[in-house]
């Protein structure tokens, strides 16, 4: 039987190369290997966005979006987290048995005191047992997760270990972090420091929904220096990064002849430029024309998300009954 891995998706915006080459594309890869569940974690957002301007329109993006770059709806069960209402069930559950004092230890509680001191709700402080009902509503093992959210995972092996106690049961496996890729990627941004990331600003980023138009006028305006000096000098990292940028999107071939002609001190920032923003305009040309194409398809989206939540809620009903019973709750 394949393992179960679930994986959140913040309703945050749209995708740019970053996420792709980092997340998305391993997901892809990852939901003929494993039992997926790809889930739109709209009730999280609510921690930090209480009046959400366009939730609606945000996870319609995300969905939009994950389809576009291949995300297979009758491979993986892709649902939006809100449609699942024993999520929250279970999140009630496991508050029972989570105490302050390590929910107040959570890094990212102690990073949101600091971020939100206006608004330090009771969502923010168990924003890790809603994370553990995520993972345990269907007893994943595996977590595709960063390094910062190790902690988290910790605290979610803690609650279903805990239950599994209290209740003299074994109903929840415990979870591990897990990288799908061997080479994990760090996608650079256009800014000449740092990778790609929206917190950088708008012109560091190529969304995946951006025009070949928005595509060049980005990459003409990328971060360069004066070009070599000497040959064979090693690159800035601004340089670096383009190249980087490049080695992503470009025939190999592509990047050699660049490669050299930077050895060479012969390189032309400007035609280097331009053929970065062509290689990146031929990959990113059949998902942006996805994205079009889908965000239009309400009728298909909305099958989609019924399809995802049934799934979703299948496996969810499964885990509640046998909490409840564990719990004591019985019909009359
Ligand atoms: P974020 O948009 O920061 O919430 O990230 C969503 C996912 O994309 C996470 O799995 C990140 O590790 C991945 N990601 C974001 N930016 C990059 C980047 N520049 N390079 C590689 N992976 C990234």
Not at 50 to 76: F, S
Not at 192 to 216: F, H, Q, W
Not at 236 to 241: L, S, V
Request: hydrophobic share 35%.
């Amino acid at each position: 039987m394949k393992e179960t891995v679930v994986s959140g998706i913040r309703p945050t915006g749209k995708l740019h190369l970053g996420n792709y080459f980092g997340a998305v594309k391993n997901f892809v890869k990852m939901q003929y290997d494993y039992n997926c569940y790809f889930f739109i974690a709209d009730l999280h957002s609510l921690t930090t966005h209480p009046t959400p301007g366009d939730l609606h329109g945000y996870v319609k993006h995300v969905l939009v979006e994950y389809l576009a770059c291949g995300i297979n709806p009758e491979e993986t069960t892709i649902y939006v987290q809100s449609d699942v209402p024993e999520v929250a069930e279970l999140y009630l559950y496991l508050n029972m048995n989570a105490y302050l004092g390590e929910l107040e230890r959570s890094a990212s509680f102690k990073d949101k005191i600091r971020s939100q001191s206006d608004n330090v709700n009771a969502g923010l402080l168990t924003y890790p047992t809603l994370m553990a009902a995520d993972i345990l509503i269907h007893k994943a093992t595996k977590v595709p997760v960063g390094k910062d959210q190790e902690q988290h995972l910790e605290m979610t092996r803690t609650f279903g270990n805990r239950f599994n106690r209290l209740y003299n049961t074994d109903l929840f496996p415990e979870s591990f972090a897990f990288n799908y890729s061997e080479n994990l990627v760090k996608v650079p941004g256009l800014d000449g420091k740092g990778k790609m990331s929206k917190s950088s600003g708008e012109g560091s980023c190529i969304y995946l929904a951006d025009s070949p138009e928005v595509i060049r006028k980005k990459v003409s305006r990328a971060v360069t220096d004066g070009g070599p000096t000497a040959e064979n000098q090693p690159k800035p990292e601004a340089i670096q990064n383009l190249f980087d940028l490049m080695k992503i999107v470009s025939p190999a071939d592509t990047m050699a002849h660049f490669d050299a002609l930077y050895n060479k001190c012969e390189i032309r920032y400007g035609d280097f430029k331009k053929q970065l923003a062509e290689d990146m305009i031929i990959f990113n040309s059949p998902i942006r024309e996805k994205i079009e194409e889908l965000s239009k398809d309400t009728s298909y989206l909305r099958q989609v998300a019924k399809h995802g939540a049934l799934k979703a809620r299948e496996s969810a009903q499964k885990t509640i009954k046998e909490a409840r019973e564990l719990i004591g709750f019985k019909s009359f």
